[in-house]
């Protein structure tokens, strides 16, 4: 069979694809929506460019909100949270960010637009949510906004809200102990019971998490996806790696993204990798699979668990 190929000018330098198998994937589900036609969104934990070219497309917006006029539309306890939401300054003051926008380009830059790169999702909804610090109360502040727009969601069948699938956290604390953070390790399970799994980027350095730690990929909940970093030959070289705390490597060496100024290049980090597994999580709630959006909409925790367990499954053991 042909496989699709999205007609992005740059997507020959997206070496990544190729080894993760986008292009069968592509040929299901491009991403998007889900079997229901529910808007998949998936939340980045930091600020970044989606006004680029290519990010704009594909940018989240709460459409029941009505920006700045200093009222809570929606009611979902956050004044003119129309474009994300930023804990530190109670605004949706989310745009700018050089890292950020080159995570976004791994979860959702949009596919056959004709323009640079594609993402894991050729289309997907990206939620911004400043990050407020590597801390129990920074996490908490947080991720409590898509948290609480999900929980929305679930609790008025889509109404209200947003279908929030996955965070994505390209942060953390080398060194780190879950022992010391309690609330930022609980707060995945709050995220999980809601539907929500949160991917984390392990250290950028080769060492036993099992033994050092690190936070949040060590933390022990289920809903916790521990992401580290692999190059054009499925290796790991320069991150992180732990039998029992890390659960996937994702490419992340050398990898081809969007950047600010509507422009693109090459990185390399853990940053990247968990991104990459964000938007495939969105990816796999695309399915055309109305028995899969049944049990999510069942029981959201289970369905999440049941995406987990599909990532898991479908990894190249190396």
């Given at each position: 069979e042909l496989r699709e190929v999205p007609n992005d000018t740059q997507y020959g330098q997206q070496w990544h694809h190729q080894?993760?198998?986008?292009?069968a994937a592509w040929?299901?589900?491009?991403?998007?929506?889900?079997?229901?036609g529910d808007t998949i969104v998936v939340c980045i934990i930091e600020n970044a460019d989606l006004p680029h070219a290519d990010l704009i497309a594909n940018a989240w917006y709460n459409?029941?909100?009505?920006?700045?006029?200093?009222?809570?539309d929606d009611g979902n306890g956050?004044?003119?949270?129309?474009?994300?939401?930023?804990?530190?300054?109670?605004?949706?003051q989310v745009y700018g960010g050089t890292h950020g926008t080159q995570v976004a380009g791994m979860i959702g830059a949009s596919g056959n637009?004709?323009?640079?790169?594609?993402?894991?999702?050729?289309?997907?909804?990206?939620?911004?949510v400043f990050n407020s610090g590597a801390n129990d109360s920074g996490v908490l502040a947080s991720h409590s906004y898509p948290l609480t727009m999900r929980r929305i969601y679930n609790q008025t069948q889509g109404a209200s809200g947003a279908f929030v699938v996955a965070t994505n956290g390209s942060w953390g604390i080398n060194g780190g102990q879950p022992a010391d953070a309690p609330i930022w390790c609980a707060m995945y399970d709050s995220l999980g019971t809601v539907g929500i799994l949160?991917?984390?980027?392990?250290?950028?350095?080769?060492?036993?998490?099992?033994m050092v730690g690190d936070l949040p990929t060590a933390c022990p909940s289920n809903y916790m996806i521990s992401v580290t970093a692999t190059d054009?030959?499925?290796?790991?070289?320069?991150?992180?790696?732990?039998?029992?705390?890390?659960?996937?490597?994702?490419?992340?060496?050398?990898?081809?993204?969007?950047?600010?100024?509507?422009?693109?290049?090459?990185?390399?980090?853990?940053?990247?990798?968990?991104?990459?597994?964000?938007?495939?999580?969105?990816?796999?709630?695309?399915a055309p699979c109305p028995g899969l959006m049944a049990l999510v909409k069942n029981d959201p925790q289970q369905g999440a668990l049941h995406i987990r367990e599909a990532l898991f499954d479908g990894v190249d053991q190396v």
């Open positions: 080894n993760i198998n986008s292009e040929d299901i589900s491009t991403g998007g929506v889900t079997a229901d459409h029941q909100e009505i920006p700045g006029n200093g009222v809570d956050y004044v003119d949270d129309y474009r994300g939401w930023n804990p530190n300054s109670q605004t949706d637009n004709a323009t640079g790169v594609v993402g894991a999702n050729w289309n997907v909804k990206m939620m911004l949160g991917c984390g980027a392990t250290a950028n350095n080769n060492v036993d998490v099992d054009s030959n499925d290796q790991r070289t320069f991150s992180g790696y732990g039998l029992t705390t890390i659960d996937v490597g994702a490419p992340g060496e050398d990898v081809y993204t969007t950047r600010v100024g509507n422009t693109y290049g090459t990185n390399s980090g853990t940053s990247f990798a968990t991104p990459l597994t964000a938007g495939v999580i969105g990816l796999l709630y695309s």
